[in-house]
């Protein structure tokens, strides 16, 4: 029997605290499902600054420490949502996109939205399969 979990994560992981009442990641068998990240600092919980190419860096890196204590990393993504305020960003977000997959790339949706969360410029969350040797790490938090 499959059995659903969800994780939240201490800011001492590197994961940056949630900005809501929500989960980093919610397991269902060897799919985890990652809550968007935004280009916030983990220490701080603030909102870093720079264009959308820092963004889109940090929100990868945030993305990076939530999956780290699963043992998966981005290349174990099986679809990624990219959510941008200003779709004339969507050069320099893919660019620095392209940076932190192997190819061949997941797939991938990008929208244009009105507005997120701590006025960030990208968002981005995950559908991840999780690596068979990483099928009973990590304890519910």
């Given amino acids: ?29 060897d799919q985890l499902f990652v809550t968007g990240q935004m280009p916030t600092d ?12 820092e963004q889109t860096r940090q929100v990868m890196r945030n993305l990076q420490a939530v999956l780290q204590p ?21 050069a320099a977000m893919n660019e620095e996109y392209e940076r932190w997959f192997s190819a061949p790339r997941p797939s991938r949706t990008c929208v244009g939205v009105t507005g997120l969360a701590v006025d960030a410029l ?8 999780l690596p068979d040797d990483a099928a009973h790490r990590t304890e519910g938090r």
């Fill in 42 to 53: 983990p220490a701080t919980g603030a909102l870093i600054s720079g264009g959308v190419v």
């Fill in 70 to 90: 699963f043992g998966a990393s981005l290349d174990d993504a099986l679809m990624v949502r990219v959510y941008l305020t200003d779709f004339g960003d969507f």
């Fill in 1 to 29: 029997m499959t059995q659903l979990q969800r994780f939240t994560f201490d800011p001492g992981t590197g994961a940056p605290p949630p900005v809501g009442p929500f989960s980093h990641a919610t397991r269902w068998g």
């Fill in 122 to 129: 990208v968002e981005i969350d995950l559908i991840v399969g």
